[in-house]
């Protein structure tokens, strides 16, 4: 990955619209391929390597709502983030595996927000939003409190097949994820966001190394194996 080259200002920083058909309970939960002229061949595909996924399977058994947990639980085990009283914040929380495990560890207070609906989650609150809206990142941290200990952002956007294109939009929600983490956290907190192997993220991680003590890249083993996903942990907000 390349850290020197900084990428285009999109002209519009917005998380794209929720994904047509299915709900945020359904990504990567489902049981069975239900057939519809509507549905296109590369989203009938995607829920075939759900299904066939072990990591999905496992998750389906052991009561997460994503393989997603297993990459934040794995990311949680080696650098210890969340602590017994913890508040969190999660941005682009569906279908909500990552705050099941907050909840699970520990943590306090747990806010998360996406535009897909979500269903509850005991111990937690669940926003459906646009994170970009004005006003809703002060929502997020008046409905968690206070100022977060961690923030995590798993967002994604639904890529258009246009590489340059597909490309501003990973750099601007790293970006906007980025910046709140900067602004909101508490001293000495921590800070998640996916981000992807190739991506031009070289002024995000100057923003953060001058933020954080530490920044280091992770592929957890719950990550798909040709997927070009990593995680950028940035550890004690100084």
């Known amino acids: 990955m390349s850290d020197d080259k900084d990428p285009a200002e999109p002209a519009r920083r917005k998380m794209v619209r929720p994904p047509s058909g299915g709900t945020a309970a359904g990504r990567g939960m489902g049981t069975q391929i239900k057939t519809a002229d509507k549905k296109s061949m590369s989203s009938i595909q995607w829920i075939k390597r759900q299904l066939a996924d ?12 994503s393989r997603a947990a297993f990459k934040f639980s794995e990311i949680d085990d080696r650098f210890h983030l969340l602590k017994k009283g913890s508040r969190v914040i999660d941005l682009g929380a569906a279908p909500g595996g990552w705050v099941q495990v907050c909840v699970n560890r520990g943590a306090a207070a747990v806010v998360g927000v996406d535009l897909l609906p979500i269903e509850p989650i005991p111990g937690s609150i ?63 907190g921590h800070f998640v966001t996916k981000n992807f192997q190739g991506g031009d993220a070289g002024r995000v991680l100057a923003e953060l190394r001058a933020a954080f003590e530490e920044v280091k890249y992770v592929k957890p083993a719950a990550s798909r194996k040709g997927s070009s996903e990593v995680y950028l942990v940035a550890l004690n907000k100084r």
Not at 54 to 65: D, L
Request: proline letters at 5%.
């Open 126 to 188: 669940l926003v459906q939003a646009d994170f970009t809206d004005p006003g809703v990142d002060q929502q997020l941290l008046d409905l968690l409190g206070g100022a977060p200990d961690l923030v995590l952002s798993d967002m994604a956007h639904n890529t258009v097949g246009h590489r340059q294109t597909d490309h501003l939009k990973i750099i601007a929600l790293i970006e906007i994820a980025s910046d709140f983490a900067i602004r909101t956290l508490k001293p000495g």
């Open 54 to 65: 072990p990591w999905s399977e496992k998750a389906r058994a052991e009561g997460w709502r």
